[in-house]
């Protein structure tokens, strides 16, 4: 779990609100991260129903993706409670020296899946 929940929220949130057309608003008590009151693209957990973790959660393209990215760094990527099936993944935020420009790249990946395309023509993020 993260020593610092508010500091790694506060990364996220300049991450994710920098990207055209973001929101954020509480879904099922934890802040979620949204396209203009459309589709979530990343949320934040912390010991998210007691489980000592500490994630961003992010969109991926299924199963296949996931997979990979938990074979290719198991300590940083997992399969979140609950939304791992609709294909999201969580990547922890907990470990010294956490990259937050690689979590920001997979955000705006997220991001690029749901953001309406008059985002994207535009040159997206």
């Known amino acids: 779990m993260s020593p610092d929940q508010d500091g790694d929220l506060e990364k996220?949130?300049?991450?994710?609100?920098a990207l055209p057309g973001a929101?954020?608003?509480l879904s099922?008590?934890?802040?979620?991260?949204?396209?203009?009151?459309g589709k979530f693209f990343a949320?934040?957990?912390?010991?998210?129903?007691?489980?000592g973790e500490t994630v961003v959660l992010v969109k991926t393209t299924g199963a296949d993706e996931m997979d990979a990215l938990i074979d290719a760094d198991p300590a940083l990527y997992f399969k979140p409670?609950?939304?791992?099936?609709s294909g999201w993944?969580?990547?922890r935020t907990d470990a010294p020296g956490t990259d937050w420009d690689h979590i920001g790249d997979r955000v705006a990946q997220?991001?690029?899946?749901?953001?309406p395309r008059r985002f994207l023509e535009a040159g997206g993020r």
């Open 89 to 91: 993944i969580a990547i």
């Open 43 to 51: 949320y934040f957990w912390h010991d998210h129903h007691g489980d």
């Open 81 to 85: 409670a609950y939304l791992a099936s």
């Open 110 to 115: 997220s991001w690029e899946m749901v953001a």
């Open 23 to 25: 929101e954020e608003r």
């Open 12 to 17: 996220l949130r300049a991450i994710t609100l």
């Open 28 to 37: 099922h008590g934890a802040p979620g991260f949204l396209v203009e009151g």
